[in-house]
């Protein structure tokens, strides 16, 4: 498998859970501004979205969206519990906390990157994703993990997103549950091997 990546980017979720698995995969850089690969490849050819994360299976497949990639990682281990049997409730649960970080804390987030939101506009912004943030409050202050059964997928992707944060100069501080699960989560071996090589 090949994961196509960017620093900072979503795609740092599936390359923490490649690494949580243990599966062989090559990790390929893009640059964002040129839509091309560490070697030279042109991504666009490889996800017409011209975003990552990308996976590029050993048929030849490619898989985007950081949701779906999460989903069909775990379920090629599935052995190793991140991510609830298909077709059961938990599942369910699952792919509910994770279109709810996809669509409300990533996008809320990534809003911010936007040099042009600034003043009243932002201010909108950051008053919706303080609402959002309080709905993961209310799981977080009662369990350490999103779903009940325990670590999974969805709690790489929220780490990763969550982030951004100060990136934008929004500090988590002010929700404890919040910052306490981007501790709990930074300290897992497989998330310090995947923030160090991509920071390298």
């Known amino acids: 498998m090949k994961l196509y990546f960017f620093p900072h980017a979503c795609s740092l979720a599936p390359h ?47 898989l985007t969206e950081a ?32 279109n709810f970080i996809a669509s ?27 609402k959002r943030f309080a ?10 993990y999103l779903l009940e059964s325990g670590y999974s997928v969805a709690d790489a992707y929220l780490f990763v997103v969550l982030r951004w944060a100060a990136f934008n100069d929004i500090d988590l501080q002010e929700w404890p549950a919040l910052a306490a699960f981007q501790q709990r989560i930074s300290e897992r071996p497989a998330v310090m091997t995947a923030l160090a090589i991509e920071a390298a």
């Not at 490649?18 to 996800?47: C, H, M, S, W, Y």
């Not at 949701?67 to 509910?96: C, M």
């Not at 709905?135 to 350490?144: F, N, P």
């Open 16 to 62: 923490i859970v490649l690494r949580e698995l243990a599966l062989p995969f090559e990790l390929v850089r893009v640059d964002n501004q040129t839509k091309t690969t560490a070697n030279g490849e042109n991504f666009l050819q490889i996800n017409p979205k011209g975003y990552v994360a990308a996976l590029q299976l050993d048929n030849g497949q490619v």
């Open 135 to 144: 709905i993961l409050v209310q799981t977080l202050e009662r369990q350490d």
């Open 67 to 98: 949701s779906a990639i999460l989903q069909y990682l775990a379920d090629q281990k599935t052995e190793a519990g991140l991510a609830p049997a298909n077709g059961s409730w938990d599942r369910v649960r699952l792919q509910e906390w994770l």
């Open 104 to 130: 409300e804390i990533h996008g809320g987030l990534a809003i911010f990157f936007n040099g042009a939101i600034q003043g009243d506009v932002r201010a909108m912004f950051l008053t919706t994703l303080h």
